[in-house]
């Protein structure tokens, strides 16, 4: 199967150790991706998102690391989690 690339908005929230993930939302592309991202970082309850894509192969379960497309408010700084 050929790789796909997948585009994800995912907003944070504020825990007792600072900005923590919170469910991400699956786009259709990479503008949609950043247009969401922007949306859940003003939503109550949310102190900032991510937009990013990730690209692989969903048989084999590989996928090669996150791309961060564009970043709102508050985030980690270190995001190789994604």
């Known amino acids: 199967m050929a790789d796909v690339t997948y585009y994800v908005a995912l907003p944070f929230a504020r825990d ?3 900005p923590a993930a919170r469910e991400g939302t699956e786009c259709t592309s990479a ?5 969401r991202a922007e949306a859940l970082s ?3 309850g ?3 998102a991510v937009a990013f894509s990730r690209s692989g192969d969903p048989m084999l ?3 090669s690391d996150a791309v961060l497309l ?4 508050e985030v980690p700084n270190d995001l190789s989690g994604l």
Do not use: L, N, T
């Open 16 to 18: 007792d150790d600072g």
């Open 70 to 73: 564009r970043a709102f408010g």
């Open 42 to 44: 003003r939503s109550e």
């Open 31 to 35: 503008h949609a991706a950043i247009m």
């Open 61 to 63: 379960g590989e996928f």
């Open 46 to 48: 949310h102190i900032g």
